[in-house]
């Protein structure tokens, strides 16, 4: 027996020729449960034999038979009520990762006995169960509908999830029913993650109090959002900060939407609405007077000096900075060393000295720092000849950037084109001469 054993599992894993009918049926009979699973697996085991394994004590050689290919689909039947969770997990797995296969022209009766066992996993107790068959025809084009549909509106969104966000079968009238019939936690952002969603589709997600799902439709680019129901959004969006940047972020807004946004969202993502391609020049130039004045009234909370930009340069701290600044470029020393030294103990030096190097007035070196704008202060380091490493120092110790917000630098160099760094400064008020860089 033992002998037989051994030639039965090599061909197991071997691929060698098919089981012996009357080898197998001495294993399937076997006391120890080792043979009896070394059949339950076989590829090549005769269907009779493994249709009388179905009502095997040993769990795992039920698991064997439910897994295995071969395993003829009046078994399968019976497998599908077994008493152990694994048995049908197995099964599960295989009825889904063959149910696509099953053409039309195949026997009717195989067919629907497939989609029988099918029927009755997908209404299994344990989640588990229902999760294998979802995970494995998510995104199976010949999935069976009334199948997709029942996952689809599964109690578990680890089951309903995965078919919301990728089944191809689910159609905009199914997604809309499941939306506006009080839909599990986690639906709708499942539904707005779809790689396409219709603009009704997004209209009742827009619609809809579930926070969470309205991020995910915006930050899904291809989402069609309609311009009524971005003005909604934009209109209840300054009480959700989340939405603030997938808002300005989205491939396209309405004129209206991005001037109300400009009043409210937060000063780092400011610096992105004015860089939209798809302002017109009106709205483009108010936006930009928006951001402006907004960056003018509110002063930068982190800067342990008070507000500079309420003050007129001459005045306390500031212009015995300038002053210190202007005697050490008239002097030769002020150079990138001088003010990296300076960064971590007085602040006011270097911003001094910034607007020293370059030219600016003390308002516009101010702007840019208030702003928190990564390609702002990279540009006024730019503008001051100094180099790529002491940008980026300048823009996490002065301009207070998270460094994973940072410009860096590409090549070792600045990563950002002459224009485009004189367009960062032009816009916060720095007039620039044609000078080359």
Not at 199 to 225: C, F, K, M, W
Not at 399 to 422: N, W
Request: glycine share 4%.
């Amino acid at each position: 027996m033992m002998e037989l054993l051994q030639r039965v599992m090599r061909t197991v894993r071997g691929g060698e020729k098919p089981l012996d009918y009357e080898a197998s049926k001495r294993l399937a009979s076997s006391p120890k449960p080792a043979d009896r699973r070394a059949v339950a697996r076989h590829s090549g085991a005769r269907p009779e034999v493994l249709y009388y394994l179905t009502g095997d004590s040993d769990h795992e050689v039920r698991a064997g038979v439910a897994a295995n290919e071969s395993t003829p689909v009046q078994a399968d039947l019976i497998l599908a009520r077994d008493r152990d969770e694994r048995v049908r997990v197995d099964l599960a797995a295989k009825i889904a990762r063959l149910t696509p296969s099953l053409s039309k022209e195949q026997h009717d009766r195989l067919r629907a006995m497939t989609y029988e066992v099918l029927e009755i996993l997908v209404r299994d107790q344990v989640a588990r169960v229902r999760e294998v068959i979802s995970t494995v025809l998510k995104d199976v084009a010949n999935a069976p509908p009334h199948v997709m549909r029942a996952l689809a509106r599964d109690s578990e969104i680890v089951v309903a999830g995965p078919v919301l966000q990728f089944s191809p079968v689910l159609t905009d009238d199914d997604l809309l029913e499941i939306i506006n019939h009080a839909p599990i936690s986690g639906a709708l952002t499942a539904i707005a993650r779809r790689i396409e969603v219709a603009s009704a589709v997004a209209d009742a997600i827009g619609d809809s109090p579930d926070d969470d799902a309205i991020t995910a439709l915006l930050e899904n680019p291809s989402a069609q959002i309609r311009e009524a129901t971005l003005d909604r959004l934009v209109e209840r969006a300054p009480h959700v900060s989340a939405w603030h940047r997938p808002l300005v972020a989205r491939p396209w807004l309405p004129a209206a939407a991005v001037k109300k946004l400009a009043r409210f969202v937060a000063q780092n993502l400011l610096q992105l609405l004015t860089e939209r391609r798809d302002l017109d020049p009106e709205t483009a130039s108010e936006v930009k007077a928006e951001v402006l004045q907004r960056i003018d009234a509110a002063p930068d909370t982190d800067e342990v000096e008070p507000p500079t930009l309420a003050k007129p340069p001459g005045n306390g701290a500031i212009s015995d900075a300038l002053a210190r600044a202007r005697a050490l470029k008239a002097a030769g020393g002020l150079d990138e060393a001088t003010v990296l030294d300076a960064l971590g103990s007085d602040r006011a030096f270097v911003r001094a000295a910034l607007a020293t190097l370059g030219d600016l007035p003390m308002e516009v070196v101010d702007r840019v720092l208030a702003a928190h704008s990564p390609k702002g202060v990279t540009a006024l380091v730019w503008h001051c000849h100094l180099s790529m490493h002491a940008a980026v120092k300048v823009q996490i110790q002065l301009g207070r950037i998270a460094p994973s917000a940072a410009v860096q630098p590409r090549g070792g160099g600045y990563p950002l084109s002459e224009e485009a760094m004189r367009w960062q400064l032009e816009f916060f008020g720095g007039v620039l001469a044609p000078a080359a860089y």
